[in-house]
Structures are given as structure tokens and as C-alpha cells.
């Protein structure tokens, strides 16, 4: 069937018996309330059953005896058992198969992410290269072709800053660095682009 890894951030919920009648039994009540996960990693390492491990207990690996994972209005009962360190080590190089390639998923995500803000970046640029233009060929006076800079830089930002945000499988660093990095390349543009050095010294029209 399949090994699934069940992570919680509440602990306090988890009640754990020894059974009184057999060695290396035991048995693990999950409270109402409580926040776990349970993610499938193997459908291999134990064929024909449905085994959860929960990190929290190195020792033992458990069986659903009775409730159900999407309701949370009952207490879930685990029946489990005490392993050996033969068997940890085999669930533990699971896990690590498993992690290594949600990482392989998760950069090339990245990657692809990196990819389309660019894209966004080279927009920006497109438009302040016509911005340019529009300066040079008298179209736009000085201060109106700084104002389109300060626009631009806003608009580009929030585009940025609005694509990050919904980005949920982005974990929260890298979303802090994206927008730091990104927030900080569009600010560049923009201040490179109301340079001495390429704007023109173009008085504007007195009124």
C-alpha cells in the first residue's frame, strides 16, 4: 500500500500507550484540533499495508486502526509497534530518496519562477527604452519622463511583490529573498534611468 510521513506542529495532541498485554505494542491518539500532515512517500517499503511514521517517534511505526485523516471533529487511534534499527534505517533512506527528490521538484520550480520574473523585468526595460525614445525625440519633457520612471518603478514592483505572494509553494525565506532581490534590481533600474548620464539635460517649457 504505502508509507506515508505524518508531521505535526502540535505534539501536545499526540498520547501515546504502551500496551499492556503485548511487548513493543502501543498505541497513539491524535486529539481533535491537532495540526498534522500526512504525505505518501513509498507506495514499495511495506507492500500490501498502510504503515504512518511520525518522526516525533524514532522507534515505532504505526497502523490507522480507526478515524479518518480530513475529519477532525474525533480522535485518530494508531496501532503501532517498536522497530528495529534495520527498519528505521530503511524508512530513514525513504525519506531521504523522497526529500532529495521533492528538492530536485522544488529547485526546478525555482528555476521556472526566476524565469517568468524575468520576463517581467525585461518588460520593464522594453518600456523604459521607449521612454527614452519618447525623451529624445522631444515627446516628453524631463520631469514627465522621471515621472514615468517613478510609475514604472511602482507598478513593476507591485507586479513583482503580487506574483511572489501567490506563489504558495514558495517557501517563506525564499519568497523574502525574491522580493528583496527583485525590489532592489527594479529600484536600480529605475535610478539608473534618471541618471545625469542618460538623461538628457532638457529644460522643461516654461508655462
Not at 490507522?64 to 471533529?73: I, M
Request: proline share 3%; with cysteine.
Amino acid at each position: 500500500m504505502s508509507l506515508e510521513i505524518c508531521e505535526t506542529t502540535t505534539p501536545e495532541k499526540l498520547t501515546l500507550k504502551k500496551s499492556r498485554f503485548f511487548k513493543g505494542r502501543v498505541q497513539l491518539i491524535i486529539e481533535p484540533g491537532s495540526v498534522c500532515s500526512f504525505i505518501i512517500i513509498s507506495d514499495e517499503l511495506y507492500a500490501r499495508q498502510k504503515k504512518v511514521y511520525l518522526p516525533i517517534f524514532k522507534n515505532m511505526i504505526f497502523s490507522k486502526a480507526s478515524g479518518d485523516y480530513q475529519k477532525n471533529t474525533a480522535p485518530l487511534i494508531f496501532k503501532g509497534n517498536i522497530i528495529e534499527d534495520d527498519e528505521r534505517g530503511m524508512i530513514y533512506s525513504v525519506i531521504q530518496k523522497n526529500n532529495e527528490k521533492e528538492n530536485q521538484k522544488y529547485e526546478e520550480y525555482k528555476k521556472n519562477l526566476d524565469k517568468e520574473i524575468s520576463l517581467i523585468i525585461n518588460s520593464m526595460n522594453q518600456e523604459i527604452s521607449n521612454q527614452k525614445k519618447f525623451l529624445k525625440k522631444g515627446c516628453l519633457t524631463k520631469s514627465q519622463y522621471n515621472d514615468s520612471m517613478k510609475i514604472l518603478v511602482s507598478s513593476y514592483t507591485d507586479i513583482v511583490l503580487t506574483k511572489s505572494d501567490k506563489e504558495i509553494s514558495l517557501r517563506s525565506d525564499d519568497r523574502s529573498e525574491i522580493k528583496k532581490f527583485y525590489g532592489n534590481m527594479i529600484a536600480g533600474l529605475g535610478n539608473n534611468s534618471t541618471g545625469k548620464d542618460i538623461v538628457p539635460d532638457l529644460e522643461d517649457p516654461e508655462v
